[in-house]
């Protein structure tokens, strides 16, 4: 079995689990919630102190979210393409993670802002990432995409989309209608959509 540190909540630890869902290796991942002291000793692995961190089989100790999604590509081969197409799914995997990484940068900047009222420069900083991205994923990208033929990319956008909704940062659906079609699509198709939605832990 592998074991990964859990949160319901988290966007990076939601990709992991839509990796295995989609490679068939879901079965083969425990979930270990943040009490628990196999979750606190794994977390301990990584000296940035993020999760997730994944535990092999052998006892290995793999993060992040990327390293360990190319580990279940290299255990299954479902999650990249193997053509020339892998560079362009890389790249669209690399966008979706920059929405998440600002969408969590701005939860941060509520979260860690102690007494102070959260810095509206670095907010905007981040929204204008968040907004530009979008709007270049609206016009530019999503045609290339085929929700019958699901990537790492797909899982990336999804799971930054859904956290962007999750977190009520901006309301995407409202200008980006492409996109809106291309999330309907591909959340249908997408085994274990449902069963990994964000939610806050209870
Ligand atoms: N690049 C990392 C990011 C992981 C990350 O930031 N995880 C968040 C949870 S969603 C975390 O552990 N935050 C705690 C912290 O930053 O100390 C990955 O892809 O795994």
Redesign the pocket.
């Known amino acids: 079995m592998y074991k990964l540190t859990y949160?319901p909540?988290?966007?990076?630890?939601r990709k992991v689990r839509l990796a295995g869902y989609l490679c068939g290796l879901n079965d083969q991942i425990e979930l270990l919630n943040p009490g628990h002291e196999i979750h606190i000793k794994m977390k301990s692995n990584n000296p940035?102190?993020?999760?997730?961190v994944l535990m092999t089989p052998n006892n290995q100790y793999v993060?992040?979210?990327?390293v360990i999604i190319e580990l279940l590509n290299d255990v299954s081969g479902k999650l990249y393409p193997s053509d020339n197409n892998k560079k362009i799914v890389l790249t669209n995997a690399a966008l979706a993670?920059g929405l998440i990484d600002a969408s969590?940068l701005y939860v941060y900047s509520i979260r860690y802002a102690g007494d102070q009222k959260p810095s509206e420069v670095w907010q905007n900083f981040q929204l204008t990432k968040i907004e530009n991205t979008l709007d270049y994923l609206d016009k530019n990208v999503l045609n290339n995409f085929d929700p019958s033929n699901l990537f790492i990319s797909h899982i990336g956008l999804i799971v930054a989309l859904d956290y962007l909704n999750f977190r009520k940062i901006c309301d995407w659906k409202i200008k980006t209608k492409n996109l809106d079609s291309w999330h309907k699509k591909v959340s249908d198709s997408l085994p274990g959509y449902q069963e990994t939605f964000p939610k806050d832990p209870s």
């Open positions: 949160s909540a988290s966007p990076y630890v940035l102190g993020k999760i997730p993060f992040d979210s990327r993670e969590l």
